[in-house]
């Protein structure tokens, strides 16, 4: 069955050290697999998608992620951690069939 | 480009109404998606339309209910309203190609109050 897991509901940092938000899936296909980003009370934007090119994804305000076929993750990182990044984070897995699944999210806290 | 927009943004309901919850698309996109989101059960996928057929559903009672336009525009409809059904709705269209390499964009997301 697909699935996808996020790690921890909740990661605190201090500004200005990396950020590392885990997240593993199951998949019988080839997955699609995307990171958004939500601010309070706002829809959700896309910050990066893996879909079977390179790897290594980068994607906007600095952050990137890597696809690890071996060990079926998708870690999203930042090396400096910014204010403005705390916010939920979900990590999504596509489906050949046009369907996405969600994963639980992972609260940011961003410390002065 | 102008992005995904919904309306009305907040709502205040009480039990046993009605409610019908408003999406535009990006210009161009063919599917429109719903999503329920709460604190205790996250992310739950509604239903999803492409080219004004309902192509995906997921596992809601039949008091909700879609609709999609031959603008792609979509609403959502929620009748016997319950107290549960107090949520975030987010609707998020793409451009429904059939794989799910397709990006979703997200509207802000109609705030739905049951009292």
């Known amino acids: 069955a697909q699935s996808v897991t996020q790690l921890d509901s909740h990661v605190s940092v201090s500004e200005g050290t990396p950020v590392l938000l885990r997240c593993n899936y199951s998949s019988s296909y080839s997955p699609s697999l995307f990171w958004y980003v939500q601010h309070p009370n706002k829809g959700l934007q896309l910050l990066l998608k893996?879909?079977?090119?390179?790897?290594l994804v980068k994607g906007i305000n600095g952050f990137e992620a890597e696809f690890k076929k071996s060990e079926t993750s998708f870690h999203l990182t930042k090396p400096s951690a910014h204010m403005s990044d705390a916010a939920e984070y979900f990590c999504?897995?596509?489906?050949?069939?046009?369907?996405?699944?969600f994963g639980t999210g992972t609260r940011l806290k961003v410390l002065a | 480009k102008a992005g995904v927009t919904q309306t009305p943004r907040y709502l205040i309901k009480t039990r046993g109404q009605q409610v019908t919850l408003s999406c535009s698309p990006i210009s161009g996109h063919r599917s429109v998606s719903w999503y329920q989101q709460t604190p205790g059960q996250g992310l739950q996928f509604l239903f999803e339309?492409?080219?004004?057929?309902?192509?995906n559903k997921g596992n809601f009672p039949g008091r909700f209910s879609g609709r999609q336009f031959s603008n792609s525009r979509s609403e959502m409809n929620v009748s016997t309203l319950e107290l549960g059904d107090s949520a975030l709705y987010l609707c998020?269209?793409?451009?429904?190609?059939?794989?799910?390499?397709?990006?979703?964009?997200f509207g802000p997301g109609t705030r739905l109050t049951v009292l």
């Open positions: 998020a269209s793409s451009s429904g190609g059939r794989t799910s390499t397709d990006t979703q964009y």
């Open positions: 339309y492409f080219s004004e057929t309902q192509r």
């Open positions: 893996y879909t079977s090119a390179a790897t």
């Open positions: 999504v897995v596509g489906l050949g069939t046009y369907k996405y699944i």
